[in-house]
């Protein structure tokens, strides 16, 4: 009830009380001949009744809080101590996140079949100091067109710990441009330093077969005596080390392409000591197909990772050869991480490259290939492809 409803009750029942006492009063004082005195009684009664119930009628409409009562003191409410219990168990540390998390590969890296799941894994990097875990090169000499790229394999950047690239590779070209030179090779997995022997390989065999073309031409080249000197250069590397020379082991692949003919022909000369491979790819059409390298023994390479060939042990087990490329034609020098899956027909790896790599790509395109994706694929990966353009 609204608080001006409650006042009007009051002041109905106040009216009441005073007409109540009013008539009292007048009973009393009249005289009465019969009963006098139980009139009297009944009307001071009335009265009393009357002012209870206008007491007890405004006390029932005040607000409930107003009569709530008021606390009164007692006893003291007894005071609990909580005694320490056992300790609550330690919590439990967070479950460490596995060190290799797949993530999403790369939309732009060609994938094979179900891919390889290391594809996906973060890069990690190797603990001492080494040479850059991609690397990519785009160059025209002459009529020549070149592209170049190197990438760490999955198996090499993601399982701890981390391997460096093993792969190295060099271009160059006589100071004519008349030629264009290339040096690709591949440190083997069991050596401990073979970036190294790699790195120091390639660099070499470029600055040699420069020396060489430009005092003798083409036909002056000699694999065994090139070997022979990039081995010395091997082995010295391995001395300043301070390690023993089968840490620096490597194989090499080399090519020197002459300036092409009046036909647009260009004559090429091929030497090799281990897995790495050449292939040549038809301008009318047709899968890559490889013409030097030495075939591997997959029974040896499965136990002991291994090769018959390399540097700087047996140089003199190098050999050489010389072809021609077609205008439009095109010389490809890789290590085995792509040998090996343009080797297998099953795969479908050498029909894709073939078809992408018809003609020159930009360096960005290449370097994507290089890293494509495909089972059982997790070695380093090197081409260096030389597309010839016809005369220039």
Not at 1 to 26: E, K, W
Not at 85 to 99: D, E, S, W
Not at 114 to 128: D, K
Not at 344 to 363: K, M, S, T
Request: with cysteine; charged share 20%; proline share 9%.
């Amino acid at each position: 009830m609204s608080g001006r409803g409650v006042l009007l009750i009051g002041r109905a029942r106040t009216v009441l009380l005073v007409a109540v006492l009013a008539g009292a009063f007048v009973e009393v004082s009249t005289e009465h001949r019969r009963y006098g005195w139980l009139v009297d009684v009944f009307a001071l009664a009335a009265v009393g009744v009357v002012g209870m119930a206008a007491v007890l009628g405004s006390e029932a409409s005040r607000p409930r809080d107003r009569l709530a009562p008021e606390p009164r003191p007692g006893p003291a409410a007894p005071v609990f101590q909580h005694l320490p219990g056992p300790p609550p168990p330690p919590a439990r540390p967070p479950k460490p996140r596995p060190l290799l998390q797949e993530r999403p590969t790369d939309p732009s890296v060609p994938r094979f079949g179900n891919g390889a799941p290391a594809q996906g894994y973060p890069w990690l990097l190797p603990e001492r100091t080494v040479q850059n875990g991609i690397a990519a090169d785009e160059a025209a000499v002459g009529a020549f067109a070149v592209r170049a790229a190197s990438v760490v394999g999955p198996g090499h950047r993601c399982s701890p710990p981390a391997g460096p690239r093993q792969d190295s590779y060099r271009i160059g070209r006589s100071r004519d441009s008349r030629y264009a030179i290339v040096a690709v090779a591949d440190g083997l997995s069991s050596a401990a330093w073979s970036d190294a022997g790699a790195t120091t390989a390639s660099s070499q065999a470029v600055t040699l077969l420069r020396a060489q073309v430009e005092a003798g031409g083409l036909d002056g080249l000699d694999a065994v005596e090139l070997y022979g000197r990039v081995a010395e250069s091997v082995a010295g590397y391995a001395v300043r080390r301070g390690v023993d020379s089968s840490h620096v082991a490597t194989v090499l692949i080399t090519a020197v392409l002459a300036e092409p003919d009046a036909d647009g022909v260009a004559r090429a000369w091929v030497g090799w000591l281990g897995d790495s491979s050449a292939w040549l790819l038809d301008p009318r059409g047709g899968p890559w197909q490889c013409s030097s390298g030495d075939a591997k023994d997959r029974a040896a390479v499965v136990l002991s990772n291994d090769v018959a060939g390399r540097l700087p042990d047996t140089p003199q087990l190098a050999r050489s050869h010389y072809l021609t490329l077609p205008p439009g034609g095109a010389l490809a020098l890789v290590t085995d991480g792509i040998g090996d899956a343009w080797a297998d027909p099953a795969g479908h790896v050498n029909e894709y490259f073939a078809n992408a790599w018809r003609l020159p790509v930009p360096a960005t395109r290449f370097t994507a290939d290089v890293g494509f994706d495909a089972p059982q694929c997790l070695d380093d990966r090197t081409a260096v492809v030389v597309w010839n353009g016809g005369r220039a």
